[in-house]
Every structure is written in structure tokens, then in C-alpha cells.
């Protein structure tokens, strides 16, 4: 089954420390996305990337920094200057091709980080 | 200008029962508004989504209602059943002539309950 693969599914990170969050899809997809969603704010887009070895700041990219090596992954770092890294990290992607009915950001099902 | 505005924040249906969740914008660059569901623990899936030169748009129970002169949008859920119970996102693309990538804007999402 084609889809999004991202882990681990829980992550804890201790002060001053880098940790790196993993996405690989299966999809052939261009597009590749990494939200972050908190209570009550919904879903804010921290980095894109539309093709290997490019990619481009969202709305929060402070603290934080991505690869695209491959078209099949997109890592997500965060680093140690992310102040307030506690959030449920959603990685999505899509085709670049074709109408707006074939571009639906499909999403994997997340990794919950936390402090210690 | 990029914001997406969701209400209500909650939402507690009786079964068979309609749900009703609104969404408004500002940007009228947005070309394309999807709505998606969320199950705890999982990634958003896309339900149903609407361009702004239609009115209605209708995929089963669900619906979408859409009123470009407002810059409003909404989600009908007819018959609600317990299974609906999620959190539901509605989210708008800024169109290709924005010089985006077309990324989503989230609205910060409506926790649906559906009482049995």
C-alpha cells in the first residue's frame, strides 16, 4: 500500500539536545510538507520542499532545519534553539501534477514529541 | 491576510443530527478549500473539498457550502453519526498565480462529538 511513513511515533528530547524525525513516502509525490499542530491551533507549516535538494521556510521554521537527499524522504530536525519543541509533528505530501483534485496533501500519521 | 478563521472550537450532536462547521477567510488569492478529518493519534485525511466557482458540494452526508462573497465556507454533517466523532480542519491553497507552492492554510480545527 502506497502511503507516509513517519517515526518514531513518540520521541522525547532532553535539553540541549538535536533530534531528528523521519518521513518517507511511497507515493512518487514531488511535494513534501512538515506541520506542526498544537491544542487549538490546528496545523502550522514549518518547512516545504517542491523537488530534491530544495526546499523552502514556512510560517515557524525557527528552530528547526530539513534534507530532501531523496524524493522519497524529507527528515525534520529540531534543533536545540526550538525553545518550545512539545507538539504532535505531521509530515504530508503531493503531486505537483495534473488539477486540484489530484494534489490532496496526503499525511502520515505523526510523531508526538515530547520534553524530559 | 493568510489567516483561515474556524468555529465552532467544539461541537456535541445527538445522533442523526446535522453538524454544521464554519469556516472564513480574508485572502483572495485562496483558490482551492479542503476539508479534513482527524482521528486522536493520526493524521488528518482529506474528506471533501470545493473550488470557489461552485456553491455546493455535496459527497454523501457530507457537504460543503460555499459563499465566495462572504469569503465564507462551511461543513454540513447530516445524519451525525457516533463514528463522525474527530476533529475536523478546513484549510485553503493560495492559487499558483500567488507564486506559492500552493501549501494550506489550517483554520484551528472543531472537536465534533456525536452522542449515541
Known amino acids: 500500500d502506497g502511503g507516509i511513513t513517519q517515526s518514531p511515533k513518540y520521541l522525547f528530547r532532553k535539553e540541549g539536545q538535536n533530534v531528528t524525525l523521519s518521513c518517507e513516502q511511497n507515493l512518487n509525490h514531488d511535494a513534501m510538507y512538515w506541520y506542526r499542530q498544537d491544542p487549538g491551533q490546528g496545523l502550522r507549516l514549518i518547512y516545504y520542499?517542491?523537488?530534491?535538494?530544495?526546499?523552502q521556510k514556512g510560517d515557524i521554521a525557527e528552530g528547526y532545519s530539513v534534507s530532501r537527499e531523496k524524493k522519497e524522504s524529507f527528515p525534520l530536525t529540531v534543533t536545540s534553539a526550538q525553545k518550545n519543541p512539545t507538539a504532535f509533528y505531521l509530515c504530508a505530501s503531493s503531486t505537483l501534477r495534473g488539477g486540484d483534485s489530484t494534489q490532496p496533501q496526503h499525511f502520515g500519521d505523526g510523531t508526538r514529541l515530547s520534553i524530559l | 491576510q493568510q489567516q483561515v478563521k474556524q468555529s465552532p472550537q467544539s461541537l456535541i450532536v445527538q445522533k442523526g443530527g446535522i453538524s454544521i462547521i464554519n469556516c472564513a477567510y480574508e485572502?483572495?488569492?485562496?483558490?482551492?478549500f479542503p476539508w479534513y478529518q482527524q482521528f486522536p493519534g493520526k493524521g488528518p485525511a482529506l474528506l471533501i473539498a470545493?473550488?470557489?466557482?461552485?456553491s455546493e458540494k455535496k459527497e454523501g452526508r457530507f457537504t460543503i457550502s460555499f459563499n465566495k462573497s462572504a469569503k465564507q465556507f462551511s461543513l454540513h454533517i447530516m445524519d451525525s453519526q457516533p463514528g463522525d466523532s474527530a476533529t475536523y480542519f478546513c484549510?485553503?491553497?493560495?492559487?499558483?498565480?500567488?507564486?506559492?507552492?500552493?501549501?494550506?492554510?489550517f483554520g484551528s480545527g472543531t472537536q465534533l462529538t456525536v452522542l449515541p
Open positions: 520542499s517542491q523537488i530534491v535538494n530544495d526546499f
Open positions: 485572502n483572495t488569492a485562496f483558490d482551492y
Open positions: 470545493i473550488r470557489p466557482d461552485v
Open positions: 484549510a485553503a491553497r493560495r492559487g499558483i498565480s500567488s507564486g506559492s507552492a500552493r501549501q494550506l492554510t
